[in-house]
């Protein structure tokens, strides 16, 4: 409908605009990748939230509740543990000298090469993994924007393009800024969407709230220990704590947030504020999932047909985009839209400032052989963001054919993230490990994850994968060390005290 045409159109235009604002005045890389750590608490801690926020949740978790009950909260819980674990612990190790991602860490204690390690393993994780979100989140985007079958690599083009066109200008800030206000319409939307349910289901909420408990979808809590599916408690105490200390901690993605703060007491407090989010956030989102299966009890199929499930798409992640389409007025399905719109945004603007900034200063930089002016830099920065953004189109577009590849890549992040957290580990807790005893650990440790997934992903579900693949990596470090004589060892870098 035009009226919802308009609502998306405004959107696209006000975000674009507002980031270009925002991203005004940008004179080094200071303040390109971490804002000139001038950035507010209270926009960082939104501006994570958001982040981690795909559009995948928007469609998933719905999809995840749906198909099943409540469980998925167990896993929360680990996440909500995690932030305050990282907030009192790891924060202050970051504002200790100039920090600009966490792999300066590994050179401090273990020098170039670990440090090069744990960059080059976050971004080939994170091209294809922030690559294949932008093509699974296109497929049912493509649905309800009204693009035929081949029109999914202009929704690709949309998605990559416009959070392209104010991350190259403005930077972290423009980034940090934006994302605060997807997170605000993220958020908006789902509210909507459970009140706009609950008034279209018999008996409203409590008629709705005692279908779905006769039907067991409230249930939320298994003690039963297991490697496998389902999700239980423990998933979530041990795997989902490991997991977010891994995303939050040691990929750039999340802690380039963290960065952009002006000290450690600031960078805690945006890190509590995720915590003290993500749990209602992610339950909203459950509890629309729950409404829309009492809804489907009671109203039948939907008008149009539910497409077929395709690689990192199910079934139910159609649901919800088809309910919308179907029963929001004109006008309304243009909010919701932006809802999902804003939320994939809000993932591409963040991995094309990461990965710029990864290359830029843990990797040309250091190459240097003589000193450039952070003007240059900046160009080259600027540069570099319309490169990641182009390498991410291919890879969208290159993995609607490749399934098995696909299937891979959406689970890299678990592969590579229990290295990155057990290197990190080391690099906080054992400055004198051996440098390479660290890169074997680290390399070690991905390659068994690999194994796993490709050959144990029946057995062992991915809530699993950070915590094991960090303990493969410590154990392959510890064992290389004890065989490793001497050997150069990196000097402590001196670092100035952190801010309080």
Same mark, same amino acid.
């Given at each position: 409908?035009?009226?919802?045409?308009?609502?998306?159109?405004?959107?696209?235009?006000?975000?674009?605009?507002?980031?270009?604002?925002?991203?005004?005045?940008?004179?080094?890389?200071?303040?390109?990748?971490?804002?000139?750590?001038?950035?507010?608490?209270?926009?960082?801690?939104?501006?994570?939230?958001?982040?981690?926020?795909?559009?995948?949740?928007?469609?998933?978790?719905?999809?995840?509740?749906?198909?099943?009950?409540?469980?998925?909260?167990?896993?929360?819980?680990?996440?909500?543990?995690?932030?305050?674990?990282?907030?009192?612990?790891?924060?202050?190790?970051?504002?200790?000298?100039?920090?600009?991602?966490?792999?300066?860490?590994?050179?401090?204690?273990?020098?170039?090469?670990?440090?090069?390690?744990?960059?080059?393993?976050?971004?080939? %994780?994170? /091209?294809?993994?922030? +690559? #294949? !979100?932008?093509? *699974?989140?296109?497929?049912? $985007? &493509?649905?309800? =924007?009204?693009?035929?079958?081949?029109?999914?690599?202009?929704?690709?083009?949309?998605?990559?393009?416009?959070?392209? %066109?104010? /991350?190259?200008?403005? +930077? #972290? !800030?423009?980034? *940090?800024?934006?994302?605060? $206000? &997807?997170?605000? =319409?993220?958020?908006?939307?789902?509210?909507?969407?459970l009140a706009w349910l609950a008034g279209d289901v018999a008996g409203g909420w409590l008629g709705g709230w005692e279908t779905a408990a006769a039907g067991g979808k409230l249930h939320w809590f298994n003690p039963r220990f297991a490697l496998g599916?389902?999700?239980?408690?423990?998933?979530?105490?041990?795997?989902?704590?490991?997991?977010?200390?891994?995303?939050?901690?040691?990929?750039?993605?999340?802690?380039?947030?963290?960065?952009?703060?002006?000290?450690?007491?600031?960078?805690?407090?945006?890190?509590?504020?995720?915590?003290?989010?993500?749990?209602?956030?992610?339950?909203?989102?459950?509890?629309?999932?729950?409404?829309?299966?009492?809804?489907?009890?009671?109203?039948?199929?939907?008008?149009?047909?539910?497409?077929?499930?395709?690689?990192?798409?199910?079934?139910?992640?159609?649901?919800?985009?088809?309910?919308?389409?179907?029963?929001?007025?004109?006008?309304?399905?243009?909010?919701?839209?932006?809802?999902?719109?804003?939320?994939?945004?809000?993932?591409?603007?963040?991995?094309?400032?990461?990965?710029?900034?990864?290359?830029?200063?843990?990797?040309?930089?250091?190459?240097?052989?003589?000193?450039?002016?952070?003007?240059?830099?900046?160009?080259?920065?600027?540069?570099?963001?319309?490169?990641?953004?182009?390498?991410?189109?291919?890879?969208?577009?290159?993995?609607?054919?490749?399934?098995?590849?696909?299937?891979?890549?959406?689970?890299?992040?678990?592969?590579?993230?229990?290295?990155?957290?057990?290197?990190?580990?080391?690099?906080?807790?054992?400055?004198?490990?051996?440098?390479?005893?660290?890169?074997?650990?680290?390399?070690?440790?991905?390659?068994?994850?690999?194994?796993?997934?490709?050959?144990?992903?029946?057995?062992?579900?991915?809530?699993?994968?950070?915590?094991?693949?960090?303990?493969?990596?410590?154990?392959?470090?510890?064992?290389?060390?004890?065989?490793?004589?001497?050997?150069?060892?990196?000097?402590?870098v001196a670092v100035p005290a952190e801010k309080a």
């Amino acid at each position: 409908a035009a009226g919802d045409w308009i609502v998306i159109a405004a959107y696209l235009a006000g975000i674009v605009l507002l980031g270009l604002w925002l991203g005004r005045g940008q004179r080094d890389t200071r303040d390109f990748f971490l804002g000139g750590r001038r950035l507010p608490w209270w926009g960082v801690g939104l501006a994570i939230v958001a982040t981690e926020t795909s559009a995948l949740t928007f469609l998933g978790v719905p999809a995840m509740a749906f198909g099943g009950d409540l469980s998925f909260l167990q896993i929360i819980l680990g996440y909500v543990l995690a932030r305050v674990v990282l907030a009192w612990w790891l924060v202050p190790h970051y504002f200790r000298g100039e920090v600009y991602s966490p792999y300066e860490l590994f050179q401090r204690s273990f020098g170039e090469s670990a440090r090069r390690t744990a960059a080059a393993l976050f971004l080939v %994780a994170g /091209t294809l993994a922030a +690559g #294949v !979100r932008v093509y *699974v989140t296109c497929i049912p $985007v &493509q649905l309800m =924007l009204g693009f035929e079958e081949s029109g999914i690599l202009w929704a690709i083009l949309l998605f990559i393009g416009l959070s392209l %066109a104010y /991350t190259a200008v403005g +930077g #972290v !800030r423009s980034v *940090v800024w934006t994302d605060a $206000v &997807q997170f605000v =319409l993220l958020v908006g939307g789902g509210l909507f969407a459970l009140a706009w349910l609950a008034g279209d289901v018999a008996g409203g909420w409590l008629g709705g709230w005692e279908t779905a408990a006769a039907g067991g979808k409230l249930h939320w809590f298994n003690p039963r220990f297991a490697l496998g599916a389902p999700f239980n408690i423990w998933m979530g105490v041990f795997g989902g704590t490991a997991q977010v200390m891994a995303s939050h901690g040691a990929d750039q993605l999340i802690v380039q947030r963290v960065l952009s703060c002006g000290s450690v007491r600031e960078g805690r407090k945006a890190l509590i504020l995720s915590a003290v989010l993500i749990l209602p956030l992610m339950a909203l989102f459950l509890l629309v999932g729950v409404f829309l299966w009492v809804h489907r009890q009671q109203a039948g199929p939907p008008a149009i047909p539910i497409p077929e499930a395709r690689p990192g798409v199910g079934k139910n992640d159609y649901v919800f985009p088809i309910y919308i389409l179907t029963q929001m007025p004109a006008g309304v399905r243009g909010l919701l839209i932006v809802g999902v719109l804003s939320a994939a945004m809000s993932s591409v603007s963040a991995a094309l400032a990461a990965l710029a900034s990864v290359s830029t200063m843990d990797f040309l930089k250091p190459w240097l052989r003589k000193p450039r002016s952070e003007r240059w830099l900046l160009r080259v920065s600027r540069a570099s963001t319309v490169g990641w953004a182009a390498l991410l189109a291919l890879v969208a577009w290159w993995t609607r054919e490749a399934v098995s590849v696909l299937n891979v890549a959406f689970a890299l992040n678990g592969l590579t993230s229990g290295p990155l957290l057990g290197g990190l580990a080391l690099a906080v807790l054992r400055r004198r490990f051996p440098a390479r005893a660290v890169v074997a650990g680290m390399l070690g440790g991905f390659t068994v994850m690999v194994a796993v997934y490709t050959w144990g992903r029946e057995a062992i579900f991915w809530p699993w994968y950070t915590l094991l693949g960090a303990t493969v990596t410590l154990a392959l470090a510890a064992a290389m060390a004890a065989f490793t004589r001497g050997g150069p060892r990196p000097a402590e870098v001196a670092v100035p005290a952190e801010k309080a």
